[in-house]
């Protein structure tokens, strides 16, 4: 038995990891809102919330329709009530949708989506239930969800309310027929035949389930080709990210190449001349010192030259796409080899369908090691080191390396991204500069925050659409 939860729930992982897709931005989903519910919706919801105040007030046309009792009614007119005046606040907000941020706007759609749903299910309990053809508008109501709703896991959430919200509906509905046939029975009037009580009409189990497949086919298709639609549309803006990206990089690699050959050429002529000028001079040893602190500053910035051709790799470099969940089990091996390491404990928590960066694999993988050798290096060998990732705000990403070992102190804390800053014996103070760098040239950021006997954790955040920035 346990062996078959764990293979239905590793199938059920391989379908998610399958199906998961980066959300869309804020652009898309209001899009989508704006001509579906504001151009469309509104009008058309106008125009039945007035039908439906008018029958349920003004006329007995839904009450003698049905055998509702003076309570199911007096419920049914309550809900409306509320549901109106809903319906009329969510419209003010889509009417001025401009001017209202984004997140309440499309929470507010999603939460009247669901109350549509029930408002159309309590109709359903006033038209006849299950045998109603109000499920045909219940299979509309799908199709609306999936064209206003483009995240694939909320959409698929919502609609499987909808065809609970229908079930409900004409179970209720059921219900209400039978206590009404009761209680005619009971008053002596005898056996009611025909009509809405006659069995042989009844509503049979075999359509009911038809009727359920296919909206589970209806909702299991819609989501489906959201699903599509989204890789489609990440295709899209990874092919223009991509040459964009290209191109500067090449751009920088020939500018940092450039620099670097002009900078080299005259630093070799100054070294050779200081060289000569040493062996020249047999006296004083105030002028020897001198000479050599020239020829070691020489010395030193030619290897910064030489650091900086490296970015003449650019050029060459190739831009792909780079899963940052794979990207950072590669370093944890590199930075944290299982053998070499067996005291400390890697705890990974890693979000599937995060969006897929466009860059040089090299560069993020300098930040993801440098972090992690740091917090390996600050444990002794000996602890845990958590690596977490999700999904951010506006498609981006959020990676965080945390550690148990000693902290970093306040005062050196504001200091850690400094280039030369370090608190190592044999440190160069370039590791945390080369994170910095390396994450704020693909438009993200860094932070730390650490506490002394608690640990450090370093955050990242790397947007998948903003263009790549070069510090000069």
């Excluded at 038209?127 to 799908?142: A, E, K, P, R, T």
């Excluded at 995240?151 to 409900?168: E, K, S």
């Excluded at 608690?454 to 947007?463: C, S």
């Amino acid at each position: 038995m346990v062996r078959r939860w764990q293979g239905l729930l590793s199938r059920w992982k391989l379908l998610r990891d399958l199906s998961a897709t980066p959300p869309p931005g804020n652009d898309v989903v209001l899009r989508r809102i704006r001509f579906v519910e504001r151009g469309v919706g509104l009008p058309v919801k106008s125009v039945v919330l007035l039908f439906l105040l008018i029958g349920l007030f003004f006329t007995r046309a839904f009450t003698d329709l049905t055998p509702l009792n003076e309570e199911v009614a007096t419920s049914i007119r309550t809900f409306f009530l509320i549901y109106f005046a809903l319906s009329v606040g969510s419209g003010l907000i889509l009417w001025g949708m401009d001017d209202v941020s984004a997140t309440l706007v499309i929470r507010v759609v999603y939460v009247m989506a669901v109350l549509d749903a029930a408002m159309l299910g309590l109709m359903g309990v006033v038209l006849d239930g299950f045998n109603s053809q109000i499920y045909w508008v219940f299979l509309g109501l799908i199709i609306r969800n999936a064209a206003i709703i483009p995240h694939a896991d909320v959409q698929v959430v919502v609609n499987l309310l909808v065809c609970l919200i229908y079930v409900v509906s004409g179970v209720l509905d059921r219900l209400i027929l039978r206590t009404a046939k009761e209680l005619i029975e009971g008053t002596g009037r005898g056996t009611v035949t025909g009509g809405i009580f006659d069995e042989s009409d009844a509503f049979s189990a075999e359509s009911l389930a038809m009727r359920l497949l296919l909206m589970g086919l209806m909702t299991a298709c819609c989501a489906g080709i959201q699903v599509l639609v989204d890789r489609q549309r990440q295709r899209e803006w990874e092919a223009g990210e991509f040459a964009i990206k290209q191109q500067q990089l090449e751009a920088a690699g020939r500018l940092a190449a450039e620099i670097a050959h002009q900078l080299k050429n005259p630093l070799g002529i100054i070294n050779n001349a200081a060289f000569t000028l040493q062996r020249t001079v047999k006296e004083g040893k105030t002028i020897t010192q001198q000479i050599s602190i020239i020829r070691e500053e020489v010395s030193r910035s030619d290897r910064i030259l030489t650091e900086l051709m490296g970015y003449a790799r650019l050029a060459e470099g190739r831009v792909e796409r780079v899963n940052l969940n794979e990207e950072l089990d590669r370093a944890v091996d590199q930075a944290v080899p299982r053998g070499a390491t067996p005291d400390i404990t890697i705890h990974r928590n890693y979000t599937p369908g995060l969006p897929q960066l466009l860059g040089q694999r090299a560069h993020f993988s300098e930040v993801f090691v440098n972090l992690l050798s740091n917090a390996r290096e600050a444990m002794n060998g000996r602890g845990d080191i958590f690596v977490a990732t999700e999904a951010g705000p506006e498609l981006s990403a959020v990676i965080t390396i945390r550690d148990n070992g000693p902290g970093i102190p306040p005062d050196k804390l504001p200091l850690v991204f400094e280039p030369y800053f370090t608190t190592k014996e044999r440190g160069t103070g370039l590791g945390l500069a080369i994170v910095k760098h390396n994450t704020e040239m693909y438009g993200g950021s860094v932070a730390v925050e650490s506490e002394l006997g608690k640990g450090t954790q370093f955050t990242i955040r790397l947007p998948a659409r903003s263009l790549m920035r070069i510090r000069k």
